[in-house]
């Protein structure tokens, strides 16, 4: 099902690359650096920017104060995205995130929207091995609908009204503006396997584009279970993501090495190159199948409202 759909597209639009390597990382460390000095903020700048305070410190500190939780010291600098070629179905769930971000999308009421191929057709759809010609009633239906939007634009039907006939396929434009902590958490959700589709391949551009700018803050836009060191997803209990073993199954080790059927052994959970290196370099041993696996399976429907997932839909 050929689509003349503009891509999906995020592109970073400011900062460019020579502010964030200038100005950055300087900011975030002079954050930290303040909390726990005695020196004043602007000496500590003046350290930072000017290179005094060699990049490979500052970047120790700010890895050292967000291993910690100390998130406030990286909500000082943000980042902003020209987004193109979205769903409405995706702006939705974008726009639940809240704190420490802004947006401003395309109107559907002052912009008419004439073309017939500004909407988005999932693959599962277009590419899917349907019977009775699903997909071209899919098709055929979403171009009714702009058809009838266009028809009702002619007989002089204001455009806010006549939008009502548009689905979820329909395309947006937007721009987002979004702190470095935030966007850590917005990632955390968004680049999880879990997350629908869209939305993931959204924030898998996001992340290339930090990179660009900045290989170390885009290093600490991974999936949430990278930090956590396990899954919390109650659709993955049985670990069909493999990325990091579930809650589930972590729980029952602990349970199994305090009970004395395990021994303690040591090595790094992650590689010592990772921004999230644990603190304790202690992990269990590995539990064989059928071992102390838990057994019970609760369906994913019954999951539903679990804490992490009411900006995740």
């Given at each position: ?6 891509a ?18 300087p ?9 726990y000095s005695?020196?004043?903020p602007?000496k ?6 000017s ?8 970047q ?9 939780g ?38 559907q009421?002052y ?6 191929d ?15 010609d ?14 009838l939007?266009?028809?009702l ?6 455009a ?36 629908q ?6 924030f ?9 700018v ?18 919390d997803e109650?659709?993955?209990?049985d ?13 029952a ?24 290196r ?7 041993l590995?539990v ?10 609760e369906p994913v ?5 679990q ?5 995740r839909?």
């Open positions: 099902m050929p689509s003349n759909a503009p999906l597209s995020a592109k970073l639009i400011f900062p460019t690359k020579e502010i964030v390597e200038e100005y950055y990382l900011i975030i460390y002079t954050a930290c650096r303040t909390c005695e020196q004043v602007d500590i700048w003046d350290r930072a920017v290179r005094e305070t060699a990049d490979e410190k500052q120790s500190l700010v890895r050292k104060v967000m291993e910690s100390h998130g406030s010291t990286i909500e000082h600098v943000n980042f902003t995205f020209a987004i193109s070629g979205v769903t409405r179905t995706l702006s939705h769930q974008l726009v639940r995130h809240r704190a420490g971000t802004a947006f401003d999308q395309q109107s009421r912009v008419s929207f004439k073309k017939r500004n909407y988005t057709v999932p693959d599962s759809i277009a590419n899917g091995d349907l019977p009775d699903l997909a071209g009633r899919f098709q055929r239906a979403v171009d009714d609908n702009l058809d939007y266009g028809q634009l002619q007989a002089e039907v204001p806010e009204d006549a939008r009502f006939i548009f689905p979820n396929a329909m395309q947006t434009n937007l721009i987002m503006t979004v702190n470095l902590r935030q966007l850590i958490h917005m990632s955390g959700l968004r680049l999880c396997t879990m997350a589709w869209e939305i993931r391949q959204l898998k551009q996001i992340r290339h584009e930090v990179f660009r900045s290989p170390f803050f885009g290093s600490f836009l991974v999936p949430k279970c990278v930090p956590l060191g396990y899954c109650m659709g993955n209990r670990e069909h993501c493999r990325i990091k073993p579930h809650r589930d199954t972590v729980m080790v602990w349970e199994a090495y305090r009970g004395g059927s395990l021994e303690e052994t040591d090595g790094p959970v992650v590689p010592e190159t990772s921004p999230f644990p603190r304790s370099r202690r992990v269990p590995p064989a199948d059928g071992d102390v696996r838990p057994t019970h399976r429907g019954a999951q539903l409202g804490a992490g997932d009411s900006d839909v």
